[in-house]
């Protein structure tokens, strides 16, 4: 059961361009929303994150876009540079059983050409 | 500079053998979580754990069992291991004060022929 729809699965843009992805969920339950980078051969670093009682929020190039009412939230990334090539996943976090987990997107691998 | 470390990068193992898996972080977190990454399923929890001892089903547990003596240890154990559970391991830990950052290790390649 997939709580987290994450869309493109893939995503190449040139250089200067600005990547969006998308990710949407149902479960209400959830109470932040974080974003990780992964480059290849590495884990997962958490890039930004956000609450659902705010609707955007920068981190120098990146901002996540937070529609409540729709259950949608986005990542942008402006003036994207060919070291922003990596995989990025969108996640949710809730409190199950005794503490907080992550549900994960499945993932959108981002391609920014030179 | 905080650390999550992975007793193997690449492993290789029999079908029906038992496997370890250890992860060690340094910083002191209460959480600790293990995940199985697949090209195209992204990353699903296996097992984690809030303090020593004490353990959580994850998503997809079947197949897994963990084992936390120490706060700054936490192991995946495949009983018998199986063809379907070559995947990318990931270890990760996270304070409960910021339980949104997790801190993953490098993750471990296992290959099960």
Not at chain 1, 8 to 29: F, R, W
Not at chain 1, 69 to 87: E, N, R, Y
Not at chain 2, 20 to 34: A, G, I, P, R, T
Request: proline share 5%; glycine share 8%; with cysteine.
């Amino acid at each position: 059961q997939q709580q987290v729809k994450q869309s493109p699965q893939s995503l190449i843009v040139q250089k200067g361009g600005i990547p969006i992805i998308n990710c949407a969920y149902e479960n209400t339950a959830f109470d932040y929303f974080p974003w990780y980078q992964q480059f290849p051969g590495k884990g997962p670093a958490l890039l930004i994150a956000i609450r659902p009682d705010v609707s955007e929020k920068k981190e120098g190039r990146f901002t996540i876009s937070f529609n409540k009412s729709a259950k949608q939230f986005s990542l942008h990334i402006m003036d994207s540079q060919p070291g922003d090539s990596a995989t990025y996943f969108c996640a949710a976090s809730d409190f199950a059983g005794s503490n907080y987990k992550l549900t994960f997107g499945k993932g959108t691998l981002l391609t920014v050409n030179p | 500079d905080v650390k999550v470390t992975q007793s193997s990068r690449y492993l290789v193992k029999r079908t029906g053998e038992k496997v370890f898996l250890e992860c060690v972080q340094d910083m002191d977190h209460e959480n600790m979580f293990w995940y199985r990454q697949d090209p195209g399923l992204g990353l699903r929890l296996i097992y984690f754990s809030y303090d020593v001892k004490m353990k959580e089903k994850g998503d997809i547990p079947e197949g897994y069992s963990v084992s936390r003596e120490k706060k700054e240890r936490f192991s995946l154990i495949l009983e018998s291991a199986s063809t379907n559970q070559t995947s990318m391991y990931l270890c990760a830990s996270s304070l409960t004060t910021r339980f949104y950052e997790q801190f993953f290790g490098p993750g471990t390649r296992l290959t099960v022929l």
